[in-house]
């Protein structure tokens, strides 16, 4: 994961360095990708409330050690995601990225309290949340976050916050593509090992938002 997270930043400075921003510029007109992705972006967030039924349901729902796993896992990670996107609202330049970014929170928020429900109901721990700073984010020094697919360290969290402009816009979009992926593919083992059905619908509504959301990234940054 260190490496991964090297290439990141490598990634980050080296698009920043030859100007990639500009490709913002060329997609204002591209309102309908921001719709489109937003209603794929609502699917992860109707999710929520599929699996947010009253403690006697989800008790009476089987589950497996997966199902723990995967709620144990998504929280911290969705956590900095909304970590990285609250920092889009005074730092981005592009209307395109604080919409992003708000559309983020409005579906991850609402995920996490569904799965801290789950972890309760079923006797788990749920991962305390951190300071709320960058530094202190859950996956940036504990091993188990930091064995996460997709998880920023402290140093890519202190890069972002210190960026502002396109300079933030390019870093944003380029980690949380990366971040984005990493859910995506904790989402795939949820899907294909968890038992409990509330679970692996929310990880399949993931599954679709965040694959969506990376193609509209990618676009941004002036990638096929």
Not at 48 to 63: I, R
């Amino acid at each position: 994961m260190r490496n991964t997270r090297t290439l990141t930043r490598r990634a980050v400075l080296g698009a920043v360095s030859v100007g990639a921003v500009l490709a913002l510029a060329a997609c204002g007109n591209s309102g309908g990708d921001s719709d489109s992705s937003g209603d794929a972006g609502s699917d992860s967030s109707a999710s929520a409330p599929a699996g947010a039924g009253t403690t006697a349901d989800a008790t009476a729902g089987a589950h497996n050690a997966q199902d723990a796993t995967f709620a144990q896992g998504m929280i911290p990670h969705h956590r900095q995601a909304l970590e990285m996107a609250e920092l889009a609202a005074d730092r981005a330049s592009s209307a395109q990225v604080k919409d992003l970014a708000s559309r983020i929170e409005k579906a991850q928020d609402p995920e996490i309290r569904t799965m801290s429900g789950w972890l309760t109901s079923w006797g788990e721990d749920v991962p305390a949340a951190s300071g709320g700073t960058a530094k202190s984010m859950p996956g940036m020094d504990h091993p188990a976050g930091s064995g996460m697919p997709g998880m920023m360290d402290g140093s890519d969290m202190e890069m972002l916050e210190k960026a502002s402009g396109t300079d933030f816009d390019t870093m944003f979009l380029t980690m949380m593509i990366e971040h984005h992926k990493g859910a995506v593919d904790m989402a795939g083992t949820e899907k294909n090992k968890g038992e409990y059905e509330p679970a692996t619908s929310m990880a399949d509504g993931i599954i679709t938002a965040q694959t969506a959301e990376i193609a509209e990234m990618n676009k941004l940054l002036g990638k096929s």
